[in-house]
């Protein structure tokens, strides 16, 4: 493991290089000293990291979901299984396995808003989808899975 440090003198950003501060709340030519850089015009960068070599595992992590659109997740005590939030398995994800088909977070999402969140580009732009609000709210939320049937079948040779 190697520390690496980058150092160097920059303009400084909140002052644009002039020392001075103009905010909202100064009008009318006044200005206050800046805070950032003390009035120099300078602010110094220093940044301090460890050199990449490999990923680390996570040791305490069990299942990889490709993202959460909000909903809080875990097992709730034997309530729920890994597989109930979609995801796959920690040692796939890592061994760099692509996300099977199905493994979104179908239970608890409909394809439009999980693909907001996980890759806009797939998110589907369907007329019956508009709605006010939140998507749970969308009238066919309840019946979600008829939504990711049609999302299955559009996706086929893509």
């Not at 002039?18 to 120099?40: H, L, M, N, P, W």
């Not at 301090?48 to 809080?72: D, Q």
């Not at 999980?114 to 508009?130: G, M, N, S």
């Amino acid at each position: 493991m190697t520390t690496k440090i980058i150092e160097f003198d920059e303009v400084c950003q909140a002052c644009d290089g002039t020392g001075i501060y103009q905010g909202f709340a100064e009008t009318d030519g006044i200005g206050v000293v800046c805070k950032r850089c003390s009035g120099t015009g300078k602010h110094h960068f220093k940044h301090t990291y460890e050199e990449f070599y490999k990923k680390k595992k996570a040791l305490k992590i069990k299942h990889v979901l490709e993202c959460n659109p909000g909903i809080g997740v875990g097992l709730g005590g034997g309530k729920f299984t890994y597989e109930d939030w979609g995801g796959m398995s920690y040692k796939d994800w890592f061994e760099g396995k692509p996300f099977p088909n199905g493994s979104e977070m179908r239970k608890y999402s409909c394809p439009a808003w999980y693909y907001q969140c996980a890759d806009y580009e797939r998110k589907p732009e369907w007329d019956q989808c508009i709605s006010c609000g939140s998507f749970s709210n969308c009238k066919h939320f309840s019946h979600k899975e008829a939504c990711w049937a049609r999302f299955d079948k559009e996706q086929e040779g893509k």
